[in-house]
């Protein structure tokens, strides 16, 4: 089927399909949303033939027991459906696509033997919905052989065998090892099984049942039996049998989830409004280490204080005149003034060179171990969630934490906090430079940091809120991504790459909006 669907890689040959194609894998890939809009999957809505799926692919009793029918909304890999609905709802989804081509990868492995009946008779098998198109069936389940119009069988990856049922039974071949082999398994069997063994022992003599027995357990022995390096391909026009053991019993359905309150999966996520808590600040602090971002904050504050200490003695310098000497005394520029003032100045300027590279080290350590320290706190959290949450919250979410979030603490924190410190200190020397200088320039100070206070109060409350947005709205870019991923041989089987292009860009589109208005 992957060959069919171009999603190997040919080294030779080639394979060429006609008209529409509708895929159902044999792991089910069900999307994030409505149950109905996974059964449609973008197509337009026809309700009687949107019915007729469900009924035919035995839904009608799981949508009653769902919390709001077809309205449900599907968890990231269908987490709130069983196994055996997961794969109807894809066998749903092909049977309303109305294609041309279906390519059935063992849809009736994952649900009770009575259901797969039922899924046989009413859509794949002769007289089912699907009877006017050509199918490409793989199964286990031999029970089915009969009923359809070719079977080709494969051993050690090579076509070994093409023909109807009863052709392939005369030929004593590998298929009619295959039936021996199953039914010496199953033991004494009625129903279909019997007519099967039935039909065997007719067109072979004991004599050859006995001789294929005894072949199949000789390859058993030499690791060579047809169930381990062989397969059956049945359909219409032949189709094809997985590569695997054919005596793997059908599996058991899944029992059925808990009907929950509410029909909605997952709920919408949240973010906080108004300004952040001390609380964070402070649990960001603990993070960061006491010793090692108050050591940051000591240094940043000598750096500064050497700086401001280098401007005012350019000032002295200029006016060839030291701290505390009579303003009234001149003197010329000797050697030694010269010197000391050169000196001062150095030592002032190495000084700020030793504390801004101390304050930096210490910045960063700080940070790294605040990041550090952070993200082994969230990781032991979410390892040690209780199930029900990774039930309701969407991975794309949980990646955006550890994602962005954590990118934010060890990339973008160091800058912001060192931005920050240093802003603050500088104001703060200025301020004190002005107004011990200039002590009346204190009333408009803080007339301008008032006006400063008030305009901040409507910038950052607006940044902030934007930040959390922009935040949020990457979580379902995340999701849809990994979604999309996981489905892609689906997703190009329909011939749906262009939507999920555009819901991709759609959603991008989306968060860079948000990102623009905060910037």
Same mark, same amino acid.
């Given at each position: !089927?992957?060959?069919?669907?171009?999603?190997?890689?040919?080294?030779?040959?080639?394979?060429? !399909?006609?008209?529409?194609?509708?895929?159902?894998?044999?792991?089910? =890939?069900? *999307?994030?949303?409505?149950? &109905?809009?996974?059964?449609?999957?973008?197509?337009?809505?026809?309700?009687?033939?949107?019915?007729?799926?469900?009924?035919?692919?035995?839904?009608?009793?799981?949508?009653?027991?769902?919390?709001?029918?077809?309205?449900?909304?599907?968890?990231? $890999?269908?987490?709130?459906?069983?196994?055996? *609905? $997961?794969?109807?709802?894809?066998?749903?989804?092909?049977?309303?696509?109305?294609?041309?081509?279906?390519?059935?990868?063992?849809?009736?492995?994952?649900?009770?033997?009575?259901?797969?009946?039922?899924?046989?008779?009413?859509?794949?098998?002769?007289?089912?919905?699907?009877?006017?198109?050509?199918?490409?069936?793989?199964?286990?389940?031999?029970?089915?052989?009969?009923?359809?119009?070719?079977?080709?069988?494969? #051993?050690?990856?090579?076509?070994?065998?093409?023909?109807?049922?009863?052709? !392939?039974?005369?030929?004593?071949?590998?298929?009619?090892?295959?039936?021996?082999?199953?039914?010496?398994?199953?033991?004494?069997?009625?129903?279909?099984?019997?007519?099967? #063994?039935?039909?065997?022992?007719?067109?072979?003599? $004991?004599?050859?049942?006995? *001789?294929?027995?005894?072949?199949?357990?000789?390859?058993?022995?030499?690791?060579?039996?047809?169930?381990?390096?062989?397969?059956?391909?049945?359909?219409?026009?032949?189709?094809?049998?997985?590569?695997?053991?054919?005596?793997?019993?059908?599996?058991?359905?899944?029992?059925?989830?808990?009907?929950?309150? *509410?029909?909605?999966?997952? &709920?919408?996520?949240?973010?906080?409004?108004?300004?952040?808590?001390?609380?964070?600040?402070?649990?960001?602090?603990?993070?960061?280490?006491?010793?090692?971002?108050?050591?940051?904050?000591?240094?940043?504050?000598?750096?500064?204080?050497?700086?401001?200490?280098?401007?005012?003695?350019?000032?002295? =310098?200029?006016?060839?005149?030291?701290?505390?000497?009579?303003?009234?005394?001149?003197?010329?520029?000797?050697?030694?003034?010269?010197?000391?003032?050169?000196?001062?100045?150095?030592?002032?300027?190495?000084?700020?060179?030793?504390?801004?590279?101390?304050?930096?080290?210490?910045?960063?350590?700080?940070?790294?171990?605040?990041? /550090?320290?952070?993200?082994?706190?969230?990781?032991?959290?979410?390892?040690?969630?209780?199930?029900?949450?990774?039930?309701?919250?969407?991975?794309?979410?949980?990646?955006?934490?550890?994602? #962005?979030?954590?990118?934010?603490?060890?990339?973008?924190?160091?800058?912001?906090?060192?931005?920050?410190?240093?802003?603050?200190?500088?104001?703060?020397?200025?301020?004190?430079?002005?107004?011990?200088?200039?002590? =009346?320039?204190?009333?408009?100070?803080?007339?301008?940091?008032?006006?400063?206070?008030?305009?901040? /109060?409507?910038?950052?409350?607006?940044?902030?809120?934007? #930040?959390?947005?922009?935040?949020?709205?990457?979580?379902?870019?995340?999701?849809?991504?990994?979604?999309?991923?996981?489905?892609?041989?689906?997703?190009?089987?329909?011939?749906?790459?262009?939507?999920?292009?555009?819901?991709?860009?759609?959603?991008?589109?989306? &968060?860079?909006?948000?990102?623009?208005?905060?910037?």
């Amino acid at each position: !089927l992957s060959a069919l669907l171009g999603e190997m890689e040919r080294s030779g040959g080639s394979a060429e !399909l006609r008209g529409r194609v509708a895929y159902v894998s044999q792991q089910a =890939w069900i *999307q994030n949303a409505r149950l &109905k809009d996974n059964i449609l999957f973008g197509a337009k809505e026809d309700e009687a033939r949107y019915r007729a799926a469900i009924d035919d692919c035995a839904l009608t009793s799981d949508l009653e027991i769902l919390p709001a029918n077809d309205q449900t909304e599907i968890g990231e $890999k269908g987490i709130n459906l069983s196994g055996g *609905q $997961k794969q109807r709802v894809a066998l749903a989804r092909a049977v309303y696509s109305d294609a041309d081509l279906y390519l059935l990868d063992d849809p009736l492995s994952a649900v009770d033997s009575h259901v797969g009946k039922h899924i046989f008779d009413r859509v794949v098998g002769p007289e089912g919905c699907l009877r006017d198109k050509t199918r490409v069936l793989v199964t286990h389940a031999v029970t089915f052989l009969p009923q359809v119009d070719q079977i080709v069988v494969l #051993k050690a990856g090579l076509v070994s065998e093409v023909g109807t049922y009863k052709e !392939l039974l005369a030929q004593r071949g590998d298929f009619a090892e295959f039936l021996v082999q199953y039914l010496s398994t199953q033991g004494d069997q009625g129903g279909e099984l019997a007519t099967i #063994k039935k039909e065997l022992e007719q067109q072979l003599s $004991k004599e050859e049942v006995v *001789q294929l027995e005894m072949r199949v357990r000789g390859d058993s022995e030499s690791g060579g039996e047809l169930g381990s390096n062989g397969s059956l391909h049945l359909g219409k026009e032949g189709s094809p049998k997985k590569a695997g053991s054919p005596l793997k019993a059908v599996k058991e359905e899944q029992q059925q989830p808990e009907k929950k309150p *509410q029909h909605q999966q997952y &709920k919408e996520e949240s973010s906080d409004t108004g300004s952040v808590d001390w609380r964070i600040y402070l649990i960001y602090y603990r993070s960061m280490g006491y010793a090692l971002f108050s050591s940051c904050i000591f240094f940043y504050m000598v750096y500064q204080i050497f700086s401001t200490v280098a401007s005012m003695w350019v000032a002295f =310098w200029s006016d060839n005149q030291l701290p505390f000497e009579d303003i009234s005394e001149q003197h010329n520029m000797t050697d030694t003034r010269r010197d000391i003032f050169l000196g001062v100045y150095g030592a002032a300027g190495f000084a700020q060179a030793i504390s801004a590279v101390l304050a930096s080290l210490m910045l960063y350590l700080s940070t790294i171990t605040a990041g /550090r320290a952070l993200h082994h706190r969230m990781l032991d959290r979410i390892m040690h969630c209780p199930m029900a949450f990774f039930d309701t919250t969407p991975q794309g979410r949980i990646l955006n934490r550890f994602g #962005k979030d954590v990118d934010v603490l060890d990339g973008s924190m160091p800058m912001i906090l060192r931005g920050w410190i240093t802003c603050l200190f500088s104001c703060v020397a200025t301020f004190l430079v002005i107004m011990g200088t200039t002590p =009346w320039a204190a009333l408009p100070i803080f007339l301008v940091l008032a006006g400063y206070y008030f305009v901040q /109060r409507v910038y950052v409350a607006s940044s902030r809120q934007l #930040k959390r947005l922009e935040s949020t709205s990457r979580s379902p870019i995340y999701s849809h991504f990994g979604e999309t991923i996981a489905g892609a041989s689906v997703i190009r089987a329909y011939g749906l790459q262009d939507r999920f292009i555009r819901e991709s860009e759609r959603r991008v589109d989306t &968060k860079i909006g948000r990102a623009s208005c905060r910037e």
